[in-house]
């Protein structure tokens, strides 16, 4: 079994560059842009908010990657590639989409849409100015090598005139055929959504239809969602729909004949889990959300169509922010992509470093559907706001969720055989039992675990010393239903905050073949890449943070279980690659 080599008198290693993550050149990064495939010319692209003039945010313009397989990467030039020019995007280009065509439908050209900005501040707590956000557009002709902005921009001047916004930007334009149905079985249409909130009654989605022989025309027909000021459904399994929303996407996704309609946000002015407790913090937090529902079609009041909540939860419990997603035309998969947030370093720190913020790994969204289940490990299942519960005749339940995993196409990345471990388990009743694996500071990992009773967590300690002085802990917690990272060991930095970070999750008990009920598995999926951690669970939870560590002394990797009953076995197996290869050719 491969050991934990000393270290000691190394000199210091921080903020090792990302090998399957993507980031700036340099300077700032922040929201995904315009993921798309582009058909015609078997391209990827990935835009990103950036700021190449400095580590924090600001003159914010777009940044360009293209790919030929959705893995690996290239810059498309080391400047941005729209940035601001005009009378109306002069403050800023924000978040946008991409359609796969000209604005006329022409085959040989693709479009993106984005928030043009032409008076700041943007900040859901300040009065908005009318207007300081519109609609615009560029055209590439060449493949995307160059964009050109369309003399028709803006698109829109701004916001709906009837309403007093809290926020109006980040386009998403897509097919949606439920919608068509919904609508009527009118002509298949394009639907365009734009995010943000109205003063004094909370968050909404703005719903637009767009024709597809001319994109720049969208044509509002009401709010495709709306939510009252700071509406919750569960402190603990979602999050805060706050008082205003940013970067709606909607999509119907299937399991076989059966179909959900989702839609995936960001908002603004949510209030924090543990709010009550830290009143000398900022009580807000931005949540990224998701929801579940029905459409429902225009009522006979002239109401307008609408997605009717029916359950959602957490998109990502951690940094991951201002998801984007497409549906892959060919694969028929969902793709989204989330900014990493860098919140914990000074600013000093991040221009010594030269860049801030990542992009996530690229991560489907799927259908989930849970057979055969009875109860969950301690909350009771019509309590659990992240399923939908399906009474089966056998008196057993069917839950329904969304599911999220890394691409499964990202396994092509792993360049050498795994190492692997079998059968680890507890031997000391009352105490910890700890087992070193190996030392990396990039690495995938994925491990099955047995969780039984009395077990009270079962994790890994990760960027560790040889004596375990500093460390991050990543665990499970039986008995509250959480998914834990305990950052505060992880380095003796003044100007790094080490805070904890942690998401509901829980285990549920299935029927077995002798018609008794066992707990399901509990499956993780690790991905640590120089300071990024992201961890998946059982197809249905992910949580992104940071982790700062002195890579020259910390790269240890070690399992642990800890529990009064952690006899036997309870790592199933781990299987552990290295050197994964890296997606970008800098």
């Known amino acids: 079994m491969p050991s934990i080599s000393s270290r000691t008198g190394s000199v210091p290693q921080w903020h090792l560059h990302p090998t399957v993550h993507l980031k700036a050149p340099h300077g700032w990064l922040n929201d995904p842009c315009a993921p798309g495939y582009d058909v015609a010319t078997g391209t990827y692209h990935l835009f990103y908010q950036w700021n190449p003039k400095s580590c924090d945010w600001g003159d914010i313009c777009w940044g360009h990657f293209t790919s030929q397989d959705g893995l690996h990467w290239q810059h498309n030039r080391h400047e941005p590639v729209l940035e601001p020019s005009m009378a109306y995007d002069k403050d800023g ?87 068509d149905a919904i609508r009527g079985g009118r002509d298949q249409s394009l639907y365009g959504v734009i995010s943000g909130g109205v003063l004094d009654k909370g968050p909404m989605v703005f719903l637009y239809t767009v024709a597809k022989e001319d994109l720049t025309k969208w044509e509002y027909i009401g709010p495709l969602v709306e939510f009252p000021l700071g509406q919750c459904y569960s402190r603990k399994w979602s999050g805060d729909f706050g008082a205003n929303w940013e970067c709606a ?44 529902g029905r459409l429902k079609a225009p009522s006979e009041d002239n109401s307008s169509t609408k997605i009717q909540y029916d359950y959602g939860g957490l998109l990502d419990n951690g940094c991951f922010y201002a998801a984007n997603s497409y549906e892959h035309p060919i694969a028929k998969t969902r793709i989204v992509w989330g900014w990493l947030k860098e919140e914990d370093l000074t600013i000093n720190r991040r221009k010594t470093k030269g860049w801030t913020g990542y992009l996530s790994l690229p991560r489907e969204l799927f259908y989930l559907s849970i057979p055969n289940v009875v109860r969950a490990l301690e909350t009771p299942l019509a309590d659990i706001t992240s399923v939908k519960v399906v009474d089966n005749s056998d008196g057993t339940k069917t839950l329904k969720t969304l599911g999220i995993r890394p691409l499964p196409g990202f396994a092509a990345l792993r360049t050498t055989m795994p190492q692997q471990w079998f059968s680890i388990g507890g031997h000391q009743a009352g105490g910890t039992n700890m087992t070193k694996l190996f030392n990396s500071t990039h690495w995938e990992v994925e491990a099955v675990i047995r969780v039984q009773a009395g077990l009270k967590r079962v994790g890994f300690y990760v960027q560790h010393n040889e004596d375990l002085s500093k460390r991050t802990t990543i665990f499970f917690d039986s008995r509250k239903e959480e998914i834990v990272v305990d950052r505060s060991a992880s380095n003796n930095e003044d100007d790094i905050k080490k805070g904890t970070v942690q998401g509901p999750f829980t285990l549920f008990y299935k029927t077995d073949q002798v018609g008794g009920a066992t707990i399901e598995d509990l499956t993780f999926r690790l991905f640590g890449d120089g300071d990024v951690l992201e961890i998946f669970a059982n197809d249905r939870f992910a949580l992104s943070t940071m982790l700062y560590a002195d890579a020259a002394t910390c790269s240890g990797i070690s399992c642990f279980v800890e529990g009064a009953d952690s006899d036997g076995v309870v790592f199933k197996s781990i299987t552990m690659w290295q050197n994964l290869h890296r997606i970008t050719s800098h």
């Open 93 to 179: 280009i924000f978040t946008g989409c991409l359609y796969p065509t000209g604005p006329n439908g022409e085959q040989d050209q693709v479009t993106i849409f984005y928030s043009s900005v032409c008076n700041l501040p943007l900040n859901w707590a300040k009065p908005y100015r009318r207007d300081c956000t519109g609609l615009a557009c560029a055209v590439s002709k060449d493949m995307g090598k160059t964009w050109q902005k369309s003399s028709l921009n803006p698109i829109l001047t701004g916001e709906p005139e009837s309403l007093i916004v809290t926020g109006f930007r980040d386009p998403y334009l897509a097919e949606w055929p439920a919608l």
């Open 249 to 292: 996407n909607f999509m119907t996704l299937r399991n076989g004949a059966d179909e959900g309609h989702f839609l995936i946000a960001g908002s603004e002015g949510g209030l924090k889990r543990d709010h009550e407790t830290k009143s000398n913090e900022d009580p807000y937090v931005n949540w990224c959300l998701w929801i579940a």
